[in-house]
């Protein structure tokens, strides 16, 4: 006799359904049935009905479990079905059961290796199933061997949470409880009523629904269905994981509960909006668009969208100074961009100047040599914004730009925005500054869109343009609707860590050869790879697979990925656990173009910080993740940073107020 046996609960544990919630099936055995017109209720009376039948054939059972057959004959007399239709519709249930169930990784796994050492399986499961459609399932996951044995209540007449189910399969196997190790997903009856007999235990929970999946599974001002197989969908990748370490499992686990639904809900809007105003080619502009571009590929492969999706190479830096033609205050107004951090040298870089080129005039007006890799003050700044507007300045970062706008032009050349095909930019937002730039630079050489430049953004602040007939679409945050889920877009710095990619950015663009080619400040973004955003965007990648084959388009629109995404971000982004805040606020970012200096999105306070920030409201970071920092900072400095959080929520509630009485 072996010193362990291994016995495994079914559903839950082995296997997971598609659904969210197992009774979400029967909203689907309805919705078939009324298509055939077996029934003529609604199909939210027939789940309810097919509940409540459950509930009342095990109240009247004299045993401890019941079959499906006894759960249909009163639903047989009232619905008046005959016996030849009870039985298709319990083969129906049957037949979508084993359509909508999938095999758990890591107990497929683990099964398979025990099976490699030629051990026998033992399955224990309270359901009212028959034996043969069980076995079944288990064989086509490859998860049945011959020599496996399966004790099930429904034809045993016996329940795990009797303890009496055990007892037989002990009784039966010859073996003693210690010799039985049982996992399986359910505290009481997989845990605690076997422990009681002696059996050695293994809790086994990753197949319930987390905080996120449980949010959009009960959100009931949407469709059933669609939350239902959302949910279920990001359970199931969730599951897939097969990170070591702690950091890495944080990253996938949140990245398929949480922020797949909200990046797929915003290129679902792009891709939607594309095709209803007749843009046959998407650009995806860099570096924002890379992971966007990714989630597009898959859903218009799946999904059949005939809209040509492309990444096009771009930045502040790479956009914004070729398009200069003249200084005025709109090329001030983003050349001297309050970042926490700007120099003279950050300053310089930005228009693609060595501060030496023009040091006479630095020096001349006080700025030596030696503060040109300092932070600059207020009066520093405006002293030297005041200086960028000499003659000899201007006239030198004009020149320049045009240099650089040969080369840009000819990579959009080269990338077709000049081919006539009716395209659109995909960002992340805020204000259009780079769209606008991009119809400047296309004006210059009559590659301006007949129709102008059309932009689709996750949110916008304001919509800055260079002609009138350009447009800027927003999907979760308008300027027109300055009060509509704006104060979530607030978390600027971590959307944008949202859509991070590999590489770096885009400084200019060289011709080389016959070609024109983007030069990056550095061919692979370090920091990010570091912090894992390979394991990040595999699992985006996998969520959209699976949900794109799995659901069909009719079910989407975009005002459930929205209302979704809303339930998402507040949870993620205003509550994350000390985890969430620990891994995706370790994320390094910049927000000078330039990239001199790194900030953590969830910097650590210290006491003096948060009272200065509560107080005088200045910030250390321009894109700080408070909520995650109240987490991981010491307790006195996170009560006043918790301090400010509630002073700021009721500010946008007085600021609501206001806005509604007009």
């Known amino acids: 006799m072996k010193t362990v046996v291994y016995s495994f609960d079914v559903f839950d544990t082995v296997l997971v359904r598609i659904w969210a919630k197992p009774t979400d099936l029967f909203w689907e055995l309805g919705n078939q049935l009324q298509q055939k017109k077996l029934i003529?209720?609604?199909?939210?009376?027939?789940?309810?009905?097919?509940?409540?039948?459950?509930?009342?054939?095990?109240?009247?059972?004299?045993?401890?479990?019941?079959?499906?057959?006894?759960?249909?004959?009163?639903l047989a007399e009232y619905l008046d079905w005959s016996s030849d239709t009870v039985a298709r519709v319990i083969q129906q249930e049957i037949d979508l059961e084993l359509l909508s169930l999938r095999p758990v990784p890591e107990i497929k796994k683990r099964i398979q290796?025990?099976?490699?050492?030629?051990?026998?399986?033992?399955?224990?499961?309270?359901?009212?199933?028959?034996?043969?459609?069980?076995?079944?399932?288990?064989?086509?996951?490859?998860?049945?061997?011959?020599?496996?044995?399966?004790?099930?209540?429904?034809?045993?007449?016996?329940?795990?949470?009797?303890?009496?189910?055990?007892?037989?399969?002990?009784?039966?196997?010859?073996?003693?409880?210690?010799?039985?190790?049982?996992?399986?997903?359910?505290?009481?009856?997989?845990?605690?009523?076997?422990?009681?007999?002696?059996?050695?235990?293994?809790?086994?929970?990753?197949?319930?629904?987390?905080?996120?999946?449980?949010?959009?599974?009960?959100?009931?001002?949407?469709?059933?269905?669609?939350?239902?197989?959302?949910?279920?969908?990001?359970?199931?990748?969730?599951?897939?994981?097969?990170?070591?370490?702690?950091?890495?499992?944080?990253?996938?686990?949140?990245?398929?509960?949480?922020?797949?639904?909200?990046?797929?809900?915003?290129?679902y809007w792009c891709l939607e909006q594309a095709q209803h105003l007749g843009i046959k080619r998407l650009y995806f502009v860099a570096r924002d668009g890379q992971v966007l571009l990714k989630i597009a590929k898959i859903i218009c492969h799946n999904w059949n969208y005939e809209i040509d999706c492309r990444y096009l190479y771009g930045s502040r830096q790479a956009w914004h100074f070729p398009a200069i033609q003249e200084i005025t205050e709109k090329e001030l107004d983003w050349i001297f961009d309050p970042t926490l951090f700007l120099s003279v040298k950050s300053v310089c870089e930005r228009v693609n100047l060595n501060p030496e080129e023009i040091k006479d005039c630095l020096v001349k007006n006080g700025f030596l040599e030696e503060v040109w890799n300092i932070n600059l003050n207020k009066r520093q700044r405006e002293a030297l914004k005041?200086?960028?507007?000499?003659?000899?300045?201007?006239?030198?970062?004009?020149?320049?730009?045009?240099?650089?706008?040969?080369?840009?032009?000819?990579?959009?050349?080269?990338?077709?925005?000049?081919?006539r095909v009716p395209f659109g930019i995909v960002d992340i937002g805020w204000n259009g500054r780079l769209q606008r730039s991009l119809s400047n630079l296309l004006a210059t050489v009559d590659m301006y869109p007949e129709n102008g430049v059309c932009g689709f953004y996750f949110g916008l602040s304001q919509r800055l343009k260079a002609y009138p007939i350009d447009r800027l679409l927003a999907y979760f945050s308008d300027p027109d609707r300055p009060l509509e889920r704006d104060y979530l877009c607030s978390h600027r710095g971590l959307i944008e860590v949202l859509v991070s990619a590999d590489h770096g950015s885009t400084v200019k663009f060289e011709k080389s050869s016959d070609s024109?080619?983007?030069?990056?400040?550095?061919?692979?973004?370090?920091?990010?790879?570091?912090?894992?955003?390979?394991?990040?965007?595999?699992?985006?990648?996998?969520?959209?697979?699976?949900?794109?084959?799995?659901?069909?388009?009719?079910?989407?629109?975009?005002?459930?990925?929205?209302?979704i995404s809303e339930l998402l971000m507040t949870a993620f982004f205003e509550h994350p656990t000390p985890e969430e805040a620990q891994t995706f606020g370790s994320f390094l970012l910049s927000e000078d173009q330039a990239e001199t200096i790194y900030y953590r999105i969830a910097p650590c306070y210290h006491i003096h910080e948060a009272i200065k920030l509560l107080i005088l409201r200045k910030n250390k970071s321009n894109f700080a993740w408070l909520p995650a920092s109240a987490l991981l900072s010491g307790s006195i400095a996170s009560f006043f940073l918790k301090l400010y959080l509630i002073q700021s929520k009721f500010k946008r509630y007085i600021k609501a107020i206001k806005f509604q009485s007009k």
């Open 40 to 74: 003529t209720i609604s199909v939210e009376a027939w789940m309810n009905l097919r509940v409540e039948a459950e509930r009342q054939a095990r109240k009247k059972s004299v045993t401890e479990e019941v079959t499906i057959e006894e759960i249909y004959k009163p």
């Open 113 to 267: 290796e025990l099976h490699q050492c030629r051990e026998k399986i033992i399955y224990i499961s309270d359901m009212y199933l028959p034996k043969e459609a069980i076995e079944l399932f288990l064989q086509k996951n490859q998860l049945w061997e011959d020599g496996d044995r399966l004790y099930l209540s429904s034809e045993m007449r016996l329940t795990k949470a009797s303890r009496k189910l055990f007892e037989r399969c002990l009784d039966q196997e010859y073996l003693k409880p210690y010799q039985l190790t049982h996992i399986g997903d359910n505290l009481y009856s997989d845990v605690k009523v076997p422990k009681k007999l002696g059996i050695q235990t293994k809790h086994f929970t990753q197949t319930h629904l987390n905080r996120y999946e449980k949010l959009v599974s009960e959100a009931i001002d949407v469709p059933l269905k669609f939350r239902s197989l959302l949910a279920g969908t990001s359970r199931l990748t969730r599951l897939q994981c097969q990170e070591n370490s702690l950091h890495k499992k944080v990253i996938w686990d949140t990245a398929a509960s949480a922020i797949a639904p909200i990046l797929f809900g915003f290129v």
């Open 386 to 419: 005041s200086l960028f507007q000499k003659v000899e300045i201007c006239d030198r970062i004009v020149t320049r730009a045009k240099e650089y706008r040969l080369n840009v032009i000819g990579y959009f050349c080269e990338e077709g925005l000049g081919d």
């Open 516 to 563: 024109y080619r983007p030069i990056l400040r550095s061919k692979q973004n370090e920091l990010a790879i570091k912090w894992g955003i390979e394991t990040y965007q595999r699992v985006l990648e996998e969520w959209v697979d699976n949900f794109t084959l799995k659901v069909d388009k009719s079910l989407c629109k975009a005002n459930y990925f929205l209302r």
